[in-house]
């Protein structure tokens, strides 16, 4: 089955500094990424996704990108601010498999003011 | 709407008692999931609904049951609870599967002395 290796476990950055959150995947037939972010208590939330037809998709401040002949995908907040900080999971999906998702261990973001 | 909603919110149990989880959605969503949340684990799928009718196992089924009761509800039994089920569980529904946003439920935090 699917396996998804998320790293690093923990960042920290400085306000305004890039951060990038790096994830390989198993099954070459996964075609959807998604990106969650959870606030301490809080439930996880999309934030961006990318499916096996795009390389890179943008949306303000993230990003994401895709090498699906390396299998891995990357996540790219830029200006992080510190309401950034929150634990970031990658996770990946394929047809035929009712939309279960295989998430990362996730990576505790910590953006210092 | 309340999208999705889950009871209890937390919970006790002692070694060997069994409970069951209850999640209900109101976006007519088809999916429905059930995760655990472990600390430096991630979110692990334990059972999932593709749809109304069909239940599949995910990665760490050993110790669950579920039940589609009906489009909308999707619960989480456990039949004989062990210390290792203690965890965070959450559920979540998605409208078709692959490519669509899995919505989450608040959690239950479940404790088993």
């Known amino acids: 089955g699917e396996n998804v290796e998320q790293h690093p476990s923990t960042l920290s950055v400085q306000e305004g500094d890039s951060a990038v959150i790096k994830c390989t995947y198993s099954?070459?037939?996964?075609?959807?990424f998604p990106w969650y972010k959870q606030e301490l208590g809080k439930r996880p939330q999309l934030i961006i996704d990318?499916?096996?037809?795009?390389g890179e998709k943008k949306d303000q401040r993230i990003a994401v990108t895709l090498n699906k002949t390396a299998k891995h995908f990357s996540l790219h907040i830029t200006e992080t601010q510190p309401e950034d900080s929150a634990v970031y999971f990658c996770?990946?999906?394929?047809?035929?498999?009712?939309?279960?998702?295989?998430f990362g261990q996730g990576t505790e973001l910590s953006v210092k003011p | 709407n309340a999208g999705v909603t889950q009871t209890p919110k937390f919970q006790v149990l002692k070694t060997g008692q069994s409970m069951t989880l209850q999640c209900a959605q109101d976006?007519?969503?088809?999916?429905m999931y059930w995760y655990r949340q472990d600390p430096g684990m991630g979110l692990r799928l334990i059972y999932y609904?593709?749809?109304?009718?069909?239940?599949d196992k995910g990665e760490v089924p050993n110790g669950y049951n579920v039940s589609r009761l009906n489009k909308r509800e999707f619960s989480l039994r456990l039949e004989s609870a062990a210390p290792s089920q203690t965890s965070v569980y959450f559920c979540?529904?998605?409208?078709?599967?692959?490519?669509?946003?899995?919505?989450f439920g608040p959690g239950t935090r479940l404790t088993v002395l």
């Open positions: 996770a990946a999906s394929r047809y035929n498999q009712g939309g279960k998702l295989i």
């Open positions: 976006m007519n969503h088809n999916s």
């Open positions: 990318i499916r096996s037809n795009v």
């Open positions: 099954d070459s037939a996964s075609n959807y």
């Open positions: 609904s593709a749809s109304e009718g069909t239940t």
């Open positions: 979540a529904s998605t409208l078709a599967g692959v490519g669509d946003t899995q919505y």
